[in-house]
């Protein structure tokens, strides 16, 4: 498991911290605005797994395109949108089955967007700490 993290790019490791900090930031008001709190938190945390997933498989997908040359431009599309299809898939297993709130699953994915964001910021403050 070490050598995976190892593995990793700092970048990913970064937008990882930063869905993080979206999820604690989104938690939080949900904590104080939701009538139902745990659907509701479920919700964002599943959404911010299905975030840092992505994260990943971006980052994997990308990777390996490098590499490929011609194929690369087919190779990146059939692979996004099987990833968006996933998540896809998930919202509607929540929506079906109402073991988490879908909508704050969706808050909770848009982590993603918010960690690229503070990743320049998060970049920063852990090349001062090294």
Known sequence: MISFFRKLDATVKELWIGIAVWGVFVSLIA????????????????GCLMGAAGVFHMWSV?????????????????????????FVLLFICLAVTGWADPFAAFFGLIG???????????????????
Request: net charge positive.
């Open 31 to 46: 904590f104080w605005v939701a009538s139902d709190r745990v659907r509701c938190l479920a919700g964002i945390w599943l």
């Open 62 to 86: 990308l990777d390996r395109a490098l590499d490929l040359g011609a194929g690369a431009q087919r190779y990146l599309t059939i692979r996004s949108l099987a990833r968006y299809g996933i």
């Open 112 to 130: 993603m967007k918010a960690a690229a964001y503070l990743q320049p910021a998060i970049h920063k403050a852990l090349e001062k700490r090294r």
